[in-house]
């Protein structure tokens, strides 16, 4: 046999032993055994053709659920604005269509392209975000209908005054972007919405809105995060989410108690709109709004700018997401303490050629205690702490005024007790270390997702939270510390 061949040889029997790895640790997990068995050790990773193989075989299973549950979350006000558009003229090419379709695949070019979801850590909750002004993206609209049901249904809007081109004024003419029509805006309400059921013609479509970023991925093969996709889908296929009526109960319960997450208080809608200072609350019905947004269609993408990973899951409001069940078992969440100035810390030391041992864990406590302030406090005022400008200014992102990172509590602690901290913050200016932060905590859970796929565990990842079932907790926070710990990130695990 020649050496070729025997390379051939040697790789077809690596892949085959590697799936069958990871199929023989998904069966010892499904025995009810909480030890972990890695079959890899180090920096191993299953080959290219190994992690497509399962992507697409997840991905497959995902289409068949979504299959099963045609459903698709509407905000009201956009969909009886589409059932009353004139169709006569689209009628002529597409007979076979009922009003109630064509209602409905207009309504997924407006979803898809104009309704997204944003999560904005400062406020604490998540909200659906309608963007006025947006670029309809054509080649992907032809992909996913045909070249000529695209065109006819954009046409469609063009004509209902749904949308509207965008002037281009340098030009003197109409650019390629699109902007909804300021009378459908004016009259959005927050908590207008409600749950349909798609026709298989529809569905299908949906189904290619929901896995399209993901089918490119596995086919390009240049996702640098594929374990946290792989695992995304594989959950998917196994969570229960809990019903409405038990989200709309427990939501009853937290205002009934007077619950809080990150310091806002949940609040009704009635009372939530009558509130002049809106800052320290929270409304659930945007927070039911968001869940019904999500558990009926996949969300995954991929900042840009900082490269964090966007998924269903860790968009979900707390409270809901808590509810969710794997395995018909209860989680519970494992996540880093204080991970971004754990982070932080690390990249100081290695910027200035440091030990890291000379170091310790930055907590909430620690602060709290030098500072002499309260720990809810701290925590509150470390919610998005390091991806500020330095000096108190206005967030024309965000529209609105901002405290920066000088003279806060946490700041002033790295001041006092960590200088090389404090010094390589200032050094590197405006949201300076903003992208590693979120490039470092990504890739530290990819690695932490691998080894879990490897020991056949499902488990939810919510940014520097691992949600899984108790009888694995106890081996899963062992494994996020050791992970941590080699890339120097002294974080603990709560």
């Known amino acids: 046999m020649t050496f070729t ?10 892949q085959f032993t590697l799936v069958l790895n990871y199929e023989c640790a998904k069966q010892h997990r499904l025995s009810g055994t909480n030890r972990l068995r890695f079959t890899l050790h180090g920096d191993q990773r299953m080959n290219k053709t190994s992690i497509k193989h399962l992507l697409l075989s997840e991905l497959n299973k995902y289409k068949t659920r ?3 549950e045609p459903s698709l979350y509407i905000n009201n006000t956009i969909y009886n604005k589409l059932k009353v558009v004139n169709i006569n003229n689209f009628k002529k090419y597409y007979p076979k269509l009922t009003r109630v379709e064509i209602t409905n695949l207009l309504y997924l070019i407006i979803n898809h392209n104009f309704i997204h979801l944003k999560q904005d850590d400062k406020q604490g909750y998540n909200i659906i975000k309608i963007y006025e002004v947006s670029g ?6 032809r992909k996913i209908f045909t070249s000529k049901l695209f065109t006819e ?11 509207i081109k965008v002037k281009n004024y340098q030009s003197k003419s109409h650019s390629n972007q699109y902007k909804l029509n300021d009378n459908i805006i004016s009259k959005m309400t927050t908590c207008q919405g409600k749950i349909i059921k798609l026709s298989p013609f529809v569905l299908k479509y949906k189904i290619k809105f929901c896995t399209l970023k993901i089918v490119k991925t596995v086919k390009d093969d240049i996702y640098p995060y594929k374990y946290l996709l792989l695992s995304t889908l594989k959950t998917l296929n196994t969570v229960q989410f809990p019903t409405i009526e038990e989200v709309e109960k427990r939501l009853d319960e937290a205002v009934k108690n007077g619950e809080s997450n990150k310091g806002k208080i949940y609040k009704n809608y009635n009372d939530y709109r009558n509130l002049v200072d809106k800052s320290k609350y929270t409304n659930i019905q945007n927070i039911k709004k968001v869940f019904l947004y999500l558990t009926t269609g996949l969300i995954f993408s991929r900042s840009e700018e900082f490269g964090r990973i966007y998924t269903s899951f860790n968009m979900i409001p707390t ?11 209860e989680l519970v969440g494992l996540d ?3 991970l971004h100035l754990n982070i932080a810390q690390s990249l100081a030391v290695k910027h200035y050629d440091h030990d890291i041992k000379d170091y310790n864990e930055i907590t909430h406590d620690n602060i709290a205690s030098y500072m002499k302030i309260s720990r809810q406090e701290v925590k509150i005022d470390n919610l998005s702490l390091l991806n500020r400008n330095l000096e108190d200014g206005y967030d024309y992102n965000n529209k609105r005024w901002e405290k920066g990172l000088i003279g806060t509590p946490t700041v002033n602690y790295f001041l006092e007790c960590i200088p090389v901290l404090y010094n390589y913050i200032v050094q590197k200016g405006d949201k300076g270390i903003t992208k590693f932060l979120f490039n470092i905590e990504t890739k530290l859970m990819d690695k932490i997702a691998m080894k879990l796929l490897y020991s056949g565990i499902n488990f939810m990842y919510i940014f520097d939270e691992i949600m899984v079932e108790s009888k694995y907790k106890i081996n899963v926070r062992k494994l996020m510390l050791m992970e941590a710990k080699r890339m120097w990130i002294l974080a603990g695990v709560g």
Request: aromatic share 4%; hydrophobic share 50%.
């Open 66 to 68: 979504l299959s099963d």
């Open 319 to 329: 409270i809901t997401r808590n509810m969710c069940k794997l395995n018909n078992n």
């Open 5 to 14: 061949a025997m390379r051939a040889v040697f790789h077809l029997l690596r």
């Open 136 to 141: 309809i993206n054509v080649q992907v609209g």
């Open 153 to 163: 249904l954009l046409k469609l809007l063009l004509d209902n005054e749904i949308i």
């Open 336 to 338: 880093f303490n204080a």
